[in-house]
């Protein structure tokens, strides 16, 4: 029996404002939402306790930055980012003991940091660096969530012990730090230490897992977590201390002092979930010196930003780069194919930051003072109205650069266009609101970069492919919001006034600043409302279209009964070159799933297999393929693709079959007892079927609100008046009056015999299913059919070894514990009642972090929510 008796009602929001509200309060979005918020908190914090700071003088602070305060805090940075390379090392000796050399692990960890700690979001951030890297010695996505989660203990026991060692020493000094006296400040530093000991002595005792729902969780020896305690300690020191040389000597307290007040904003980074904690540390530190008035202290957090932050991050976009490129070059051949995969898979994201970059050149260009030599020969030979609307345009052009950079990190060819267009825009709007030819000719090389490499972006999509994400829109919110900080900073000296709204000379700079303050402000709105107004909706669910005469041809002839779901008229086809094969696929958030293996001839099959790949790769979405048979895993992992185990086919043998025997005693006495009950078997050919569909939707209905279910769609049939008119009926019925059907599923080649729905009315009698199964068996036998095909069993046959892969022991912790939801085992052991041959079946995916995200996909497509699969 082919159908699953749960699904879920899909509610859909009322209207396009709703559906906006929704989309912000999703769990995956409200953290980047948090974080813009927090930022902007920062950035007006900074801007009022700034007092009369104007840009010109942290400019002239940060260039009396001396050697003798850059190279310490350079070394210290080196230090804190070797202690976050061992970070890994030590969660590598744990989790994949002796099989990842150490030299990976540090470079996975130096890099993942490198980007983790500019960017924010640790998990979402390093997890994908680190997987890049960490994929090529064999590990596998859980293996790095258990890296990652166990340098997250490093780093919590270092913060600990800093914060502990401090607090015991009294922190006084510092304005913010005395809301405790220095007796409370002890006691609390003695408690986190005395905490951080029992922990200690806990391992020391040798309990070195945890269980939790049947699952073990790797704890380190007491020698090991002593380690990553003094390591943590170490980074964080380090990581102050960058900061603490940089700062004025006469605002800092003592190095001890300070470490609390490091700490506190690091916590607020945390708490903010502002990427890279942009603003949040800034704020926290001068709040937390009370030197907001002073631009030298401004400055040095801007130095720190960039040793601490930008530099590695440069250094590790560069280590990854190479990475990259030495893997394509080892795992391709020939000098083409080198080159190929080389611009396919780093000319994208570099072209990404390279724009990302040229649009924030525009919009600190359009926050600051042109230079005034400039503009006086620039008055000499354009009217001032040109340079006005091209200050405005360029400012603009500066955001849409952002959106765009988002469609070329898809490899979308329409972004490459509108990106060459934008930054050639760009680069004359530069010229024309100030003679800025080092913008114009940065922007110009970029241009040439996206030109000359049009092979990296071959994915199709329109205009609707650029709406920026929550976190696209989090970042635009971020960069517009510092430079016009930036402005603020700049145009300090500036007294506001109402007609400044309407003041155009050239020397002007102010009101133009605001100006395009105005319009980036209303653009980036609206393409924010656009985006939560307008993101596309789930692909409404049974809906049918006319299935293609080269698929009912390929069915007349095809092997197996599986192909039959493709007449449910819900999927699209890719059907080969001559006709003789198809495959049958639907489209859920960014996947493509397929409905099994190709059907029809095995030959073209392959060709269609690799078609669809490709497809899916042009259209920026991910190839899955689900519910497939051992016949194509070869292909499937030349893709490179996973494949998941996903529980058990079963099939009866018919050839032999009969009711005679001990083996069959329970179905021989099902079937005499429902003769006895006067339940009569019998088969409405297909053409009879219409006048029988309204008999047969009583039954379905009832069947439904018995199960409280909804249809199901995709893999599982429906009942749909096209769909059952495609096959005939067998039915059970009572005082001639239906009580139970079956459609009937043939196969082409007349050797598998099955059905799809499967549907009765509660109470007519105890052995009603045994007896349908019964008589199903026997007449597919008279048939002349070989097999019987039962369905699937979902889950089962799944390993269960403290060495099998995750998948493996999560499926199987559901099907042992998963009773709650759906009947796993009752439904094999119903099945295995008939003593079936079991196959198993697979899905084939993406690796890594994508897997979660395909498995929300096709429950979702099939269930038509995350959560359908699991109700009754």
């Known amino acids: 029996m082919n159908e699953t008796e749960i699904d879920i009602e899909h509610q859909p929001v009322g209207n396009a404002f709703a559906r906006a509200i929704d989309r912000i309060l999703e769990p995956q979005i409200l953290g980047p939402v948090i974080g813009t918020i927090a930022v902007a908190i920062a950035l007006f914090v900074i801007h009022e306790i700034s007092g009369k700071i104007h840009l010109n003088h942290i400019g002239e602070a940060i260039a009396a930055t001396s050697a003798e305060t850059v190279i310490p805090a350079l070394f210290f940075t080196m230090i804190s980012f070797g202690a976050l390379a061992l970070y890994d090392v030590l969660a590598v000796r744990r989790i994949a003991p002796g099989r990842v050399p150490a030299k990976i692990a540090v470079m996975a960890g ?72 220095p007796v409370a400040d002890r006691v609390l530093g003695g408690a986190i230490l005395a905490f951080l000991a029992i922990c200690l002595f806990w391992l020391s005792r040798g309990l070195h897992n945890v269980s939790l729902l049947g699952w073990r969780f790797p704890l380190p020896s007491a020698g090991s977590a002593l380690a990553q305690i003094l390591i943590g300690a170490l980074d964080i020191a380090a990581a102050a201390a960058a900061l603490y040389i940089l700062l004025p000597s006469d605002v800092v307290p003592s190095f001890v002092v300070f470490l609390v007040l490091f700490v506190a904003a690091i916590l607020a980074t945390i708490i903010s979930h502002a990427p890279g904690g942009l603003g949040v540390m800034e704020a926290t530190i001068l709040l937390g010196l009370g030197a907001g008035a002073r631009p030298d202290v401004v400055a040095a957090l801007v130095v720190y930003r960039i040793i601490y932050y930008l530099l590695p991050l440069s250094l590790s976009a560069i280590a990854l780069l190479t990475f990259e490129t030495y893997r394509a070059r080892s795992t391709v051949s020939t000098l083409a194919g080198r080159t190929f995969r080389l611009t396919r898979r780093i000319v994208p994201p570099i072209a990404t930051t390279l724009v990302l970059g040229g649009g924030m050149v525009l919009l600190f260009s359009g926050s600051t003072p042109a230079i005034g030599d400039r503009t006086d020969i620039l008055s000499d030979i354009l009217p001032l109205p040109f ?3 091209s200050h405005l345009l360029a400012s603009i052009t500066g955001v849409l650069l952002i959106v765009i950079a988002r469609g070329l990190f898809r490899r979308l060819a329409l972004a490459r266009i509108a990106a060459i267009v934008l930054l050639l825009s760009g680069a004359a709007f530069s010229l024309l609101k100030g003679l800025d030819w080092e913008e114009a000719l940065i922007l110009s090389a970029v241009a040439a970069i996206l030109y000359a490499y049009r092979s990296a972006f071959y994915r199709k999509g329109d205009w609707r492919s650029f709406r920026p994400d929550i976190t696209w829109l989090a970042l635009m919110a971020i960069v517009v919001g510092a430079f016009t900080l930036v402005g603020f900073l700049a145009y300090r000296h500036v007294e506001y006034q109402s007609d400044m709204w309407w003041d155009f000379a050239w020397d002007a700079d102010a009101p133009r600043f605001m100006r395009a ?90 060709g269609l297999l690799w078609r669809f790949v490709e497809a899916a790769d042009r259209a920026g979405a991910r190839p899955v393929f689900y519910s497939v048979q051992p016949e194509y895993l070869t292909t499937y992992l030349d893709m490179n693709l996973a494949i998941l185990k996903i529980g058990e086919n079963a099939r009866i043998p018919l050839t032999d079959f009969s009711l005679a025997g001990a083996a069959r005693q329970p179905l021989r006495y099902a079937e005499g007892r429902a003769t006895r009950e006067g339940l009569v078997y019998s088969v409405i050919p297909k053409a009879d079927v219409p006048a029988a569909l309204p008999e047969l939707r009583a039954v379905s209905d009832e069947w439904l609100e018995q199960k409280q279910g909804k249809e199901k769609g995709f893999s599982l049939g429906y009942f749909d008046d096209a769909y059952m008119s495609e096959f005939d009926c067998a039915v059970l019925k009572k005082d001639d009056k239906i009580v139970a059907f079956a459609n009937l599923w043939r196969s082409g080649d007349h050797d598998e015999f099955s059905v799809d729905l499967m549907r009765y009315k509660s109470g007519t009698s105890k052995v009603l299913m045994e007896a349908f199964f019964a008589h199903l068996l026997l007449y597919g036998r008279d048939e002349g059919y070989k097999w019987f095909n039962l369905g699937a069993a979902p889950l089962a046959g799944l390993s269960d070894h403290p060495l099998a892969s995750t998948w493996n022991r999560v499926g199987t912790f559901i099907y042992k514990r998963g009773d709650e939801f759906y009947n796993f085992e009752g439904l094999r052991a119903f099945k295995q009642k008939f003593d079936p041959v079991w196959t198993p079946q697979y899905m084939a995916c993406p690796r890594g972090l994508a897997m979660p995200q395909v498995l929300l996909d096709v429950t979702t497509l099939i269930s038509g929510g995350p959560m359908g699969i699991f109700k009754r």
């Open 110 to 181: 130096m890099v993942g940091y490198g980007f983790s700690n500019a960017i924010g979001f640790h998990v979402f951030v390093g997890g994908p660096v680190r997987y890049r890297i960490y994929q090529a010695a064999g590990l596998d996505a859980s293996d790095v969530g258990r890296i990652v989660g166990t340098s997250l203990i490093t780093f919590t026991g270092g913060l600990l012990t800093v914060l502990g060692v401090a607090l015991l020493l009294d922190p006084t000094g510092v304005p913010a730090l005395q809301m405790l006296t």
């Open 387 to 389: 340079a006005e609307a």
């Open 517 to 606: 303050t105005v319009a980036i402000a209303i653009v980036a709105a609206a393409i924010a409302v656009d985006a939560l107004m307008h993101r596309p909706a789930p692909a409404p669910k049974n809906i049918t279209q006319p299935v293609p005469d080269a698929v009912r041809t390929v069915l007349e002839t095809s092997a197996g009964t599986n192909g039959c779901v493709a007449l449910l008229g819900d999927k699209s086809f890719m059907v080969s070159p001559n006709g003789t094969a198809f495959l049958m696929y639907a489209v859920s958030g960014r996947s493509w799933i397929t409905m099994g293996d190709p059907v029809g001839d095995p030959g073209p099959s392959r």
